[in-house]
T-cell receptor, first 114, second 107 residues
Framework: DTGVSQDPRHKITKRGQNVTFRCDPI?????LYWYRQTLGQGPEFLTY????????KSRLLSDRFSAERPKGSFSTLEIQRTEQGDSAMYLC????????????FGPGTRLTVL | DAKTTQPPSMDCAEGRAANLPCNHS???????VYWYRQIHSQGPQYIIH???NNETNEMASLIITEDRKSSTLILPHATLRDTAVYYC????????FGIGTKLQVIP
């Protein structure tokens, strides 16, 4: 088990373009989370999945953001019509089972919108 | 979500115990206290969690007050590699991090 992986690690895009990030959780972890982190701040919750069901979305997740986990394994986070304010680190985490198990974080995808 | 309050920064001499405080006065009965840390340019790393009782693992100890309104993370022998931002968070369904405490371990 190699832990949570994210791809790409870095993404530079122009304003108005669409971007998609991928997260591969730890095998058999049924919960998957997305966070956004800007410089000097802690991670902010965006959304989470239990298996393929998206159970909660933060108010931070505007209509331009969409996340999927079609087969209950990997997940994608798409940002449409990117804005400079979307520049941030996007972190993915996974956890096992129900309840209060700890989350294991990936290395993140750093997005820069020019 | 209940909020936590941590000092923005702390220094600790290498080899000494680092005691990181956290206030969570509005914690509810079913909320666990979790501690994570984030080393520069990496994703957060789980350290320890607890509900009521004090907890210890290979990384740290967690002391929770009897009224559960505050807790302290203890790194018994801090090393330079413990320099990081430490987050105290309350979690039921999801996690919301604050700014955390930036711990600087000094040689």
């Amino acid at each position: 088990d190699t832990g949570v992986s994210q791809d790409p690690r870095h993404k530079i895009t122009k304003r108005g373009q669409n971007v998609t990030f991928r997260c591969d959780p730890i095998s058999e972890h049924n919960r998957l989370y997305w966070y956004r982190q800007t410089l000097g701040q802690g991670p902010e919750f965006l959304t989470y999945f239990q298996n393929e069901a998206q159970l909660e979305k933060s108010r931070l997740l505007s209509d331009r953001f969409s996340a999927e986990r079609p087969k209950g394994s990997f997940s994608t986070l798409e940002i449409q019509r990117t804005e400079q304010g979307d520049s941030a680190m996007y972190l993915c985490a996974s956890s096992a089972g129900q309840g209060v198990n700890e989350q294991f974080f990936g290395p993140g995808t750093r997005l820069t919108v020019l | 979500d209940a909020k936590t309050t941590q000092p923005p920064s702390m220094d600790c001499a290498e080899g000494r115990a680092a005691n990181l405080p956290c206030n969570h006065s509005t914690i509810s009965g079913n909320e666990y206290v979790y501690w994570y840390r984030q080393i520069h340019s990496q994703g957060p790393q789980y350290i320890i969690h607890g509900l009521k009782n004090n907890e210890t693992n290979e990384m740290a100890s967690l002391i929770i007050t009897e009224d559960r309104k505050s807790s302290t993370l203890i790194l018994p022998h801090a090393t330079l590699r413990d320099t990081a931002v430490y987050y105290c968070i309350l979690r039921y369904q999801k996690v919301t991090f604050g700014i955390g405490t930036k711990l600087q371990v000094i040689p």
